[in-house]
Every structure is written in C-alpha cells, then in structure tokens.
C-alpha cells in the first residue's frame, strides 16, 4: 500500500451542514439533501430532497460544488453509518443538513479518489474501530473523520484509480440495475397473480359503477360482504411509561409496527413489555390472526400478514392490529393475500388518511374492507394455488437478491483493493482481478 496521511491533511474544508426551518408562504425555499439521499453506493439522490428556509449565511455556507464528498456522520445503523456521496453537477447548488458533514478536497487531492477511499472497506474498519470507544456507532465527528488514515499515491495515480474505478464500478452497476428491474417485475408478477387468481378480471377495465369502480363483476358465488360480519378485530397494549407494574404483572414479547413487513412478520428485533395480566389477555395474539399496522407508506397501507404463533403469548402494540376471522366462513391466509390484490390496495389506499410521508388507517375502515367471500373450500384452494406461485418467484428472488449482494461485495472489494495499490490500475481489468 502507498503512503498514508491523515484526512485533516488533504482537505481544505471540514464543515457540517444546517436544518434552517419551515419554511412558509413567504420564504424561499431551499433544497436541503439528507442522510437518506445518500446511497450505500455512494450515489446522491437529488430527486426529492427536503425544502427548507435558511437564512442568506446559511444559504452561502452550506452551498454545495461539484467534488464535495457528503458524509453521514450520525446513524443508528453501522450499515449506514459513514455513508458518503460524490456531489455532482445535479447536486451542486443543494445545501445540506446537519447531520452530514461536507468535505473538500486540496487541488492536490483527486476528490474522485477520496471519494472512493471513503467508500473503501479499508475506511470502514477505521471508522469502526476510531468510534468503538465513543458512542456505540451511532455518531461520527468531524475529529473522528479527519483522523482517517488515507492512502495518498501521486496525484496522477490518483487520478488513474479513480478512472479505473469510474468504469469498472459503473458495469457493476449496470449489473446491479438489472437485477433490481427483475425483483420489481417479479413483484409485480406476484401482484398480478394475487389479484387475478382472488378476484378474475381485476387486471382488465373494472365495471366502473358503484363505489368500488376497479372492481369487475363478480361471480354469483363469490357476494361481497362486509369484513366486520366475519371477522372482530382486537386492539393492541398501549405503550405507557407511566402504567403501574405491581400486583399481577406479566413479562411478554410484543410486536411493534416494525415487527410487521408487507407479507411477513419480521422478529430480528423484539421488544418485551411488563403489563397487567388483564391486559395482556386482551391483547394476545392466536395463531390464525391476520395482522395489520394503523400507519405507515400508502402502498403498504392494509396488507394483512398471518400470525403463525412464532412466539408463545406474544402481545402486539396498539398501532398493530389483529384481525381474528370466523374460522367457519373465513381463512385469514385469503383474507391476507385478498389484501394484496388491485382490489385491496385500491380500497386502502383511497379510505386511507394521508398526510405529506405517511398514511393511516383505522379499525372501522378495516372492518368496513368488502371481500368476495365464496365457500371455505373455494377459499382454500385458491390460497393453496397462489402459495404455489409465490414459492416460486421466491426462490428466483431469493437467487436474485444473492447475485445483489455478491455484486456489492465484489464492488466494495474492488475499491478496496485498488485504492489501497493492491494491483497496478494501468494494466489491469477489473473484471479478471482477483480481489478474494
């Protein structure tokens, strides 16, 4: 590896960014990039930043020029955690929030390189191990950052690594937008199969009458009835720092919002609660329960996940509801998966309340969702027929989604590799390097 040098020697500028204010109807706004534009892959996302009101010093002083390098300095993930964006023409002129920190280059110093070197694997370990002493990953100062040992060869090699990189990351990525287009289409697929297979026609022209207008005719065997006539919903435990927790208490496992993913119940993370046993008899999931969170993205807004029973007497957060169906005239798998069709989505999405980010629901527009509803029978063997087609594209996904990370892997290596003059760029395709 080339010679080293400390950050705080090859930067002419180490400064954080601001937040300003609201802005209201007689300010001028400014776009202000965030942590969330800034992509894994070192991209920045100028397509939706914030907009907010900063006074004029702000306005010059977070000024952002083509060759600033952002850093996500504060994050409660160490995957995201020193994150770090190139600012391209697109994003030159933005200004930046406060919790990234903007670094510049000395003309000596290809911000290209840097760029990459912050990107490196060899970056991250320092960070990782300059930050285990401080605050457990969740914040990266601008001491810690300048004290990063970077390697620095020439400013012509620099230049030619950097190139290097240009090309050879840019087929990876080429690679890598590919496969993200076959995971959406493969999504759309299971959409498609959802809805067709549950409710015949709903891909084609609805009948356009009646307050549900997306919906086509429907078979006489299948009338649409009211959810609330075949199924009751229990509200979760209330989350109360306040609530006594002496006499007859219990210790249980609840599932928050977080818990809940479009199609499956996440338990990475899962938190316990001490209540009254009342309560949490009340608010105890049974196997068979659909469950269904009050809020979150619009296009997630209703989709029903089944509670397997993974965890014995697990309660579930008041924001999380629990559908509990008749099990004589409705299965709760077809309730969920009757929640991912056109039909499903277009009901939610338009009783739901939304505000600028998010969109809520509540337990009557739950229990007033109208579902054909033919025979138990009927019900089974649809859900049996769509599972079947679900475990397919899962396993094309779940080889889809291996190739992502080996690509990402393979990239980081690559980087890593070169920055840290592990082979010689000018004679050397980054495609036949072993970066094992």
């Not at 400390?6 to 500028?13: D, M, N, Q, R, T």
């Not at 397509?47 to 907010?52: C, G, K, S, T, V």
């Not at 995201?80 to 406060?98: D, E, Q, R």
């Not at 496969?179 to 493969?186: E, F, G, I, S, Y």
């Amino acid at each position: 590896m080339s010679e080293a040098t400390k950050l705080k020697y090859c930067l002419v500028a180490s400064d954080a960014g601001t937040w300003g204010s609201d802005p209201d109807d007689t300010d001028t706004v400014i776009p202000v990039l965030r942590s969330t534009e800034i992509g894994l892959d070192g991209s920045v996302d100028t397509q939706a930043p914030a907009l907010r009101s900063l006074t004029s010093a702000e306005r010059v002083r977070t000024r952002l020029h083509k060759g600033d390098i952002l850093v996500v300095r504060s994050s409660g993930s160490d995957l995201h955690l020193g994150k770090s964006g190139y600012v391209n023409t697109s994003a030159a002129g933005h200004s930046f929030s406060n919790f990234l920190q903007r670094l510049r280059f000395a003309p000596e110093h290809s911000p290209r390189f840097g760029w990459y070197f912050l990107n490196s694997l060899h970056a991250k370990q320092q960070i990782r191990k300059l930050s285990s002493t401080t605050t457990g990953l969740q914040n990266l100062s601008a001491s810690l950052i300048a004290e990063l040992e970077m390697p620095t060869p020439s400013p012509e090699e620099q230049r030619r690594i950097a190139d290097f990189l240009d090309t050879e990351t840019a087929h990876i990525d080429r690679l890598m937008k590919a496969r993200r287009a076959q995971v959406t289409n493969l999504a759309e697929r299971d959409y498609a199969s959802i809805s067709e297979a549950l409710i015949p026609g709903s891909l084609l022209k609805g009948a356009g009458k009646g307050i549900f207008p997306w919906l086509p005719k429907l078979p006489e065997d299948r009338p649409l009835v009211r959810l609330g006539y075949v199924c009751r919903i229990q509200n979760g435990i209330t989350v109360d720092g306040k609530r006594d927790v002496t006499g007859d208490v219990v210790t249980r496992p609840y599932l928050r919002v977080a818990n809940v993913q479009a199609g499956h119940v996440s338990l990475d993370s899962v938190a316990e609660i001490t209540v009254p046993r009342a309560a949490a008899e009340r608010s105890t999931l049974r196997v068979g329960d659909v469950l269904m969170t009050e809020g979150g993205d619009l296009d997630k807004l209703g989709r029903g996940t089944v509670w397997n029973g993974e965890l014995p007497n697990c309660l579930h957060q008041n924001h999380v509801f629990a559908l509990r169906p008749d099990k004589t005239v409705l299965d709760g798998h077809y309730l969920a998966l009757m929640t991912q069709t056109v039909h499903g989505r277009c009901y939610f999405e338009s009783t739901g309340t939304k505000t600028t980010n998010l969109a809520s629901t509540n337990s009557s527009k739950i229990l007033n969702f109208p579902i054909p509803l033919p025979s138990l029978k009927i019900q089974r063997t649809l859900v049996s027929q769509v599972h079947e087609k679900l475990q397919t594209t899962a396993k094309i996904r779940s080889l889809l989604n291996r190739q992502l990370t080996l690509m990402a892997e393979r990239r980081q290596a690559l980087i890593t590799a070169a920055v840290t003059g592990q082979f010689d760029v000018s004679t050397a395709s980054g495609r036949g390097v072993d970066v094992t």
